[in-house]
């Protein structure tokens, strides 16, 4: 399990994308979100604004499994 730390109370889902190095851009997040199985505490997540925060769990299919710290 890798270990994302951010800075502020909460961080959306494609900041997180991009800030764990998995797209490039903001703009990718979308299509991302739509073409691979994203999981947010267990339960599949596709819109790009949801909020995480400290001790959220994100698994990635073929990526892996992320916490978010501070």
Do not use: C, P, Y
């Amino acid at each position: 399990m890798k270990e994302i730390k951010i800075s502020t109370e909460t961080i959306t889902l494609g900041q997180f994308l991009k800030l764990a190095n998995i797209i490039s851009t903001g703009g990718m997040a979308k299509w991302f979100l739509q073409t691979n199985d994203v999981l947010v505490n267990g339960e599949r997540e596709q819109r790009r604004g949801r909020k995480l925060k400290v001790g959220d769990v994100v698994h990635i299919e073929t990526i892996g499994i992320f916490t978010i710290r501070s």
